[in-house]
C-alpha cells in the first residue's frame, strides 16, 4: 500500500514524464534553401538538364545518401547532448539532415503490426540521440537530478518510454569518489493504428513506475517500485494521443508528436539496459 506522501510524490513525478511523452499534432520541419540548392546540383548536368540513372543507380546513391545522413544525425546528436546542449545554428545543422533523411525515407507504412497482429518495422529498443520537444528538453533544468538515457521500447501492442534519471551532485565528483545512483521512470502505453494514417501510430497511456536501479553504488532493484495503473475516464479521439513517424529504417526513426509539438529521433539498440 502506498502511502498518501508517497503517492503524491509519484504522482508529481509521473506527471513530469508524461509530459515529457506526450504525442502531439506534428509539425513539419521545412527544408533548408541550401539543401534544396545543393540537392538539385547533385542531380543536374552542366547544362541545367538531369542526367539519366538507372533503378540501380539511383536506389545506391539514395543509400549512400541515406547512411552519409545518418552518420551525420549521431554526430550532431553526441556532440550537442541529444539536444540538450544545442546552438542555434546545430539545431538548424540537424532541421536540414532531418529535412534530408525524410526525402530519402522508404517506409510506406511504419504502424503495420503495431498493435500486435504481426509483423512490425518498430519491433525492438530505440535509444533517443535527438530531441525538440520543450517538455523533454527542459528535464535538463532540474536542479536535483540529470538526464541519463531516454528510451522507447516497442513491443507491441505494448510501447514503454524509459527516462533514466541521476543525481546532479554525481556528475560533480570523479566516478570513483561518487558511488552512483539511479532511477528509471517508466511510462507504459498501449499502441494502435490510425485507420488511413499508415505513418501514424495511437497510444493510451497505462501505467506509470519509478524504479530504483542503483543506490550508492548498490544494486536497488529489491526494493520495491512505486507505480499505480492511469485509469481510462473516457474514450480519446483518434487526433488526440499520436505521434507520426517520418522516417524509419533499421537503424533510425523519427518521431513526430502531438501538443505541445516537437519530434524525436531514436536509433535502434541492442537492449535498455540502465
Given at each position: ?9 509519484l504522482?508529481?513525478l509521473?506527471?513530469?514524464?508524461i ?8 509539425s513539419?520541419?521545412?527544408?533548408s ?30 543509400s549512400?545518401?541515406?547512411e ?19 546552438s ?8 536540414d539532415?532531418?529535412a534530408?533523411?525524410?526525402?530519402l ?6 504502424a ?6 504481426g509483423?512490425?518495422?518498430?519491433e ?11 517538455d ?30 541521476i ?6 565528483f570523479?566516478?570513483n569518489?561518487a ?6 521512470a517508466?511510462?507504459?502505453?498501449r499502441s494502435?493504428p ?7 501510430v495511437g ?10 536501479v ?14 499505480f495503473?492511469l ?23 523519427i ?13 535502434r ?6
Amino acid at each position: 500500500m502506498i502511502s498518501s506522501s508517497s503517492r503524491r510524490l509519484l504522482l508529481a513525478l509521473a506527471t513530469l514524464v508524461i509530459r515529457s511523452h506526450a504525442f502531439t499534432i506534428p509539425s513539419l520541419l521545412p527544408i533548408s534553401k541550401s539543401y534544396a540548392t545543393n540537392l538539385k546540383q547533385s542531380t543536374s548536368t552542366e547544362d541545367g538538364s538531369t542526367p539519366p540513372t538507372t533503378d540501380d543507380t539511383t536506389t545506391d546513391q539514395r543509400s549512400s545518401q541515406r547512411e552519409a545522413a545518418k552518420k551525420k544525425m549521431l554526430q550532431l546528436g553526441a556532440s550537442y547532448d541529444r539536444g540538450f546542449g544545442a546552438s542555434p545554428n546545430a539545431r538548424k545543422q540537424v532541421e536540414d539532415v532531418i529535412a534530408e533523411l525524410e526525402l530519402l525515407n522508404d517506409e510506406t507504412d511504419a504502424a503495420r503490426g503495431i498493435d500486435g497482429t504481426g509483423f512490425s518495422p518498430m519491433e525492438g529498443n530505440w535509444r533517443m540521440v535527438w530531441c525538440t520537444a520543450s517538455d523533454v528538453l527542459i528535464l535538463g533544468a532540474n536542479p536535483l537530478l540529470t538526464v541519463g538515457a531516454i528510451y522507447q521500447i516497442y513491443e507491441p501492442p505494448i510501447v514503454t518510454n524509459v527516462i533514466d534519471l541521476i543525481p546532479r551532485v554525481q556528475n560533480l565528483f570523479p566516478p570513483n569518489l561518487a558511488p552512483s545512483s539511479l532511477l528509471r521512470a517508466e511510462v507504459q502505453t498501449r499502441s494502435s493504428p490510425r485507420a488511413d494514417y499508415p505513418m501514424r501510430v495511437g497510444l493510451d497511456f497505462e501505467a506509470v513506475s519509478l524504479k530504483p536501479v542503483e543506490f550508492l553504488g548498490q544494486d536497488a532493484g529489491f526494493l520495491p517500485p512505486l507505480g499505480f495503473d492511469l485509469p481510462r475516464v473516457f474514450e480519446l479521439p483518434d487526433d488526440v494521443g499520436y505521434f507520426d513517424v517520418t522516417f524509419l529504417d533499421d537503424e533510425l526513426v523519427i518521431i513526430k508528436q502531438n501538443a505541445p509539438g516537437g519530434l524525436f529521433v531514436l536509433a535502434r539498440v541492442d537492449d535498455a539496459s540502465p
